[in-house]
């Protein structure tokens, strides 16, 4: 099956710094990726789609300026917390698509744990 | 607001036992109902997944129930064993412009006793 590689798989920051996840479709092209938050026992909610080379579409409640999601080439998009707070401590999951309609498949995940 | 209302919550069965798993959609737009299972801080994984033209799939010890008319699909699984203890999450998702989001259910712990 499809492979999607999420690093780092955890991540320890201080409260205002940035952090930067990368998600790696390790062998096939994503045409789409997305980009997940999950708290403790809770389902997961979709924060953004990021096509190829266009700008994000954020969910509503996102904020576009703090999570700064990049989709730079087939086989790798980025998520960026800008000016982390301990309230943005979560899991965050991307998952990968190679065509419309295909399947997405999802990488391990990131947590990420604001001091 | 399009959702997945997913039951039971959670789920204790005895090893060899079957563990079902219901959800219900509101929109009759989608036309592809996946499964999924996550394991304790790992992502989801595709476990099956059915189209609406077939009214049931199984793979191995899996089978997915789908009824269109009630807008109702199901996870059955059979023989159930401990490393099957997991989070199963059913979703749902439809062709459109904005690109084939899944809509997710709230997700079903299953522990399934030695």
């Known amino acids: 099956g499809a492979v999607v590689s999420q690093h780092p798989s955890w991540v320890i920051c201080k409260s205002g710094t940035s952090v930067k996840i990368e998600c790696r479709s390790l062998d096939f092209q994503a045409t789409t990726m997305f980009w997940y938050r999950q708290f403790p026992k809770q389902s997961l909610m979709l924060m953004a789609t990021s096509n190829e080379g266009s700008k994000a579409t954020y969910e509503q409640g996102v904020e576009k300026d703090k999570f700064l999601i990049n989709h730079a080439s087939l086989t790798l998009s980025t998520l960026t917390v800008t000016s982390a707070h301990p309230e943005d401590s979560s899991f965050y999951i991307c998952?990968?698509?190679?065509?419309?309609?295909?399947?997405?498949?999802f990488g391990p995940g990131t947590r990420l744990t604001v001091l | 607001q399009q959702q997945v209302k997913q039951s039971p919550q959670s789920l204790i069965v005895q090893k060899g036992g079957i563990s079902i798993i219901n959800c219900a959609y509101e929109n009759t737009a989608f036309d592809y109902f996946p499964w999924y299972q996550q394991f304790p801080g790992k992502g989801p994984a595709l476990l099956i997944a059915?189209?609406?033209?077939?009214s049931e799939k199984k793979e191995g010890r899996f089978t997915i129930s789908f009824n269109k008319s009630a807008k109702q699909f199901s996870l059955h699984i059979m023989d159930s064993q401990p490393g099957d203890s997991a989070t199963y999450f059913c979703?749902?998702?439809?062709?459109?412009?904005?690109?084939?989001?899944?809509?997710f259910g709230g997700g079903t712990r299953v522990l399934v006793k030695p």
């Open positions: 979703a749902a998702t439809y062709s459109s412009a904005a690109g084939n989001k899944l809509t």
């Open positions: 059915i189209r609406p033209d077939v």
């Open positions: 998952s990968a698509r190679g065509s419309a309609g295909g399947t997405q498949y």
